[in-house]
């Protein structure tokens, strides 16, 4: 494809003087000029050309002279760079073109191989421009899928809270902040039976896209496993026997996996390799679970998991998280760490799941003090409802 | 993050320090999988420098760890950070890596 190049001047023989010096240019279908005897004319060739990349235009003209042309053309051809033709020494008008965008100048009498030089830069110039804006259109269109993609990712996960307003005996809430448009980060609950609670909060390895198809990959395939009603260690390591074999570089997701019995307060667990949740108790005290055997899902095929056990009392709280909590980073380059987050949850015992979740984000988030965010945040929390409530 | 490595016999040294993130991994696995693409199966990489991992950085670790035993090869880690070596025990990393406490045992690991 030639480069189109629109010349606009009232002499018509200028176009001869060109066709004879890019004569081989034009041959070669390199170059390609159009002309124009006034603005009015250039703008009507350029509608019916619309891929013009350089514009030469002559000052005075009659009709429309060449700065109304300038001007015109920096609304409607942001793209395409305009070279001004002036007599020497008409430095207010060249540089009032300069002002209103023009690129270059070159004077009259014109030195055909300084044109030659101007054009070549004008080109590689709108050429530029043309794939910078190329460039931005492409990185428009994928915002936009990732942003359908992140309310997508999100409509996934449980989002009415409270999910189950006829259960008074719990009480959940839970947030999730990814740090890019999608993440890694899940939760999950849902009823196995009329008593027992399917609770799992997980971390997928890295960020951003690849994490996010992950994550809900592995959301899905637990849930549905979960649901056949296998116990927590059972239930991991058959999913980490089939996502082991589809994990893709590496991958690998964290996760808990534990049931809450409504009746009785008995919470059994399994862990592959995540952060272990917290027990708020009512009296203040914070204490982590119990370690169980177990690894991150998908990292190894002989991966081996074991169950625990944590009986709740009315009125405590279970706390899951993924590390985006404990690692958020403030200015200072500090951890927020495990012992804030004891802290913040002993700040506030007696409080609903959502007054913890929120406050939780909130103490992470002015810790952080407008650091950036590193990693995906989550929180989940479950409250097992006094009988005063 | 910076990385160095240098072929001694048939073990591969890497060096790494400062930050293993989502932001850094990528040119670390560029890194690991040249190495592990030239056909070298003996790899030894010191953490004692690294400061930071996060699962990005573990991702790497794990796809080297499964490329190389396709072709039977090892990677052995030293001189963990007790920070770093807690994050390998809590996702279970520490039985699924050769970890040793300093660089001779890692190559005696490597060389046997």
Redesign the interface.
Known sequence: MPNKILIVDDEPDLELLINMNFKREIRAGQYQFVYALNGAEALDKLEANGDVDVVLTDINMPQMDGLTLLARLNEQYPVLRTVIVSAYGDMSNIRTALNRGAFDFVTKPIDLQDLGITLTKAIKEAEDRKQALQNQENLLHIQNELGVASRIQSSILPRTFPPFPDRTEIDISAAIFPAREVG?DFYDFFFLDAHRLGIVIG??????VPAALFMAVSRTFLKATALTGLPPADCLAQINRTLYKESV????V?LIYAIFDTRNGELIYSN?????PLVLRSDGTVEALDRVE???IA??GK?RFSEGRVQLQRGDVLVLYT?GIS?AFNLKNEEFGEERLATSLRNMVGGSAKELTDGLIAEVNGFADGAQQ??DLTVLVLRYVDWED | MELTHEINDDVVHIGIKGKLDSRTAPSFEERLMQIIDQGHKKIMIDFARLDYISSAGFRVLLFGARRLAESSGTIALFGLQPKIRNVFDIAGFSSIFSIFSSREEAEKSLKA
């Open positions: 890694g971390d997928v390895s890295g960020k951003g570089a590496g991958m690998f964290t592959g390799g995540h952060n272990l177990g690894i991150a990292a190894s991966a590390d690692e590193s990693d």
